[in-house]
């Protein structure tokens, strides 16, 4: 949910030349289990304060209370001279409520909040993060080494760990359907902590869904 002061002239002319400045937030790190790259906190924060500091702009970030296993985390955008602000909160369903378990929630919340707040899309440092802005639109670009892939050639596509429980959970039709999905993945050690968090977001979501009843084609 998004709140804002009564006037926001002046902090949405500072986000406008905030996101004309800023392309998005190199993915730096590399998950070793799936060899798939992100961008972790820091590489955000290092994106987003210099440009932020040029416009004006600052934020802080803080977790809330913990309602039946869900914690908030609010990201807010101050306009440092006007004292403009908006406000950003969201919700995240712990996988632990130990102290490790919470930190991890609050690190991830954090990251992703503050790039949706700012607007701010991953992109990859071999991609779109290391593009030439200098070049000229008419250069065409270097040819790529790399071999065109045809469908004779292209490996078949194999489900990461990741998407076969992700897929367990969110095509459960029963409780017990979502339990069994859940005890596989409590016994695969070779997921990450950020891919646990995401499973626990899903097994929640599909847990209340399966709770909720379907009340559709039925008669008044």
């Known amino acids: 949910m998004i709140t804002h002061s009564d006037s926001i002239k002046a902090i949405s002319k ?5 996101q004309g400045a800023v392309d998005g937030v190199e993915k730096n ?27 004006g702009l600052l934020y802080t970030q803080s977790p809330g209370a913990i309602v039946d296993g869900v914690m908030a985390v609010t990201t807010m955008i101050i306009h440092a001279e006007s004292g403009e602000w908006m406000k950003f909160e969201g919700d995240i369903a712990l996988g632990k409520r130990d102290p490790q378990g919470v930190g ?38 270097k040819p790529s080494a ?33 339990t069994d999905a859940w005890r596989a993945v409590r016994a695969d050690t070779s997921l990450s902590k950020e891919e646990g968090i995401d499973l626990t977001t899903a097994k929640e979501a599909q847990r209340a869904k399966i709770a909720t009843p379907n009340f559709e084609g039925m008669q008044q």
């Open 14 to 18: 500072a986000l406008f030349t905030f």
């Open 29 to 55: 790190k590399v998950n070793p289990g799936f060899k798939s790259r992100y961008a972790n906190l820091e590489a955000v924060r290092d994106t987003a304060v210099p440009e932020l500091q040029k416009v």
């Open 104 to 141: 991890s929630a609050i690190t991830y919340m954090q990251r992703y909040s503050l790039m949706a707040a700012l607007g701010l899309p991953p992109v990859d440092d071999d991609g779109e993060g290391a593009m030439d802005r200098s070049r000229p639109a008419d250069t065409p670009p």
């Open 146 to 178: 790399r071999p065109v892939e045809t469908p004779e050639t292209k490996a078949p596509y194999k489900p990461t760990p990741f998407n076969l429980h992700f897929t367990a959970i969110t095509q459960s039709k029963t409780v017990d359907d979502l």
